[in-house]
């Protein structure tokens, strides 16, 4: 029998694409890439569709009993580089003491237009 729990939180919203919100692998939780998509942050800037996203993730860290301590890794696409200062400002807010492994990598387009920036998170569980 496998140890493969998948996971969709009702707070987030209705998924409506072939993904579960997460992804519990014995002791590991992956978070898929979560957007500001469908909140008031979508037609916002970089930091506050990441601020949507932080708190996306610690809806579901503790729905499944954790937080930021037990963050891993996460891998932060954005559409650009130009307002990188702030968005590291809210990344060091957010993540406290607890500073994950982490990839930056900048895309030419996330899957709606208004949206900025996805993070897909690991945690230790």
Known sequence: MSNVIRTNYPELGEVKAPYAHSV?????????????FGTAAQHQGITEQAEEIF??????????????SALIKVTIFITSF?????????????????????????????????????????FDL
């Open 55 to 68: 708190s996306q993730i610690r809806k579901i860290a503790s729905a499944e009993g954790t937080d930021f």
């Open 24 to 36: 519990k692998h014995g002791n590991t939780l992956y978070i898929s890439g979560l957007t500001a």
């Open 82 to 122: 130009a307002e990188i200062d702030a968005l590291r400002k809210v990344l060091y807010r957010n993540y406290g003491e607890h500073l994950p492994a982490s990839s930056l990598v900048e895309v030419s387009r996330l899957f709606s237009p208004d949206l900025t920036i996805e993070i897909e998170a690991v």
